[in-house]
């Protein structure tokens, strides 16, 4: 018998992030902001969603009781999320080169 996949599930803080990180990247080309939302949504769609368990487990100071995983996209980008038994769902996201005490879910 076969598993259903896991839905996947973004917060609003997750999406106003990712519009922030749209505007910055797409501040002289908008098209290019675009591709990277594109992207990334792919990324988390192939890699992440089939495979949530995958990424290591991930700790955030001001959040130590959830139970949290990690996924890096491009390098550059720390996509947070949550796995429980239905759904996979994806919390914040930020640059690696910032500091994680700062991230708020």
């Given at each position: 018998?076969?598993?259903?996949?896991?839905?996947?599930?973004?917060t609003?803080?997750?999406?106003?992030?990712?519009?922030?990180?749209?505007?910055?990247?797409?501040?002289?080309?908008?098209?290019?902001?675009?591709?990277?939302?594109?992207?990334?949504?792919?990324?988390?769609?192939?890699?992440?969603?089939?495979?949530?368990?995958?990424?290591?487990?991930?700790?955030?100071?001001?959040?130590?009781?959830l139970?949290?995983?990690?996924?890096?996209?491009?390098?550059?980008y720390?996509?947070?999320?949550?796995?429980?038994?239905?759904?996979?769902?994806?919390?914040?996201?930020?640059?690696?080169?910032?500091?994680?005490?700062?991230?708020?879910?």
């Open positions: 018998m076969s598993e259903l996949p896991l839905a996947v599930v973004v609003p803080v997750f999406m106003d992030r990712l519009f922030g990180l749209e505007q910055y990247i797409g501040r002289e080309n908008p098209a290019r902001g675009r591709r990277f939302v594109d992207e990334l949504f792919d990324f988390i769609y192939s890699a992440v969603g089939p495979y949530p368990l995958a990424f290591p487990a991930y700790v955030l100071a001001n959040h130590p009781t139970s949290l995983r990690r996924a890096v996209f491009q390098r550059r720390n996509l947070i999320y949550e796995v429980t038994t239905s759904e996979v769902k994806f919390l914040t996201v930020f640059g690696t080169a910032q500091s994680a005490a700062d991230v708020s879910l």
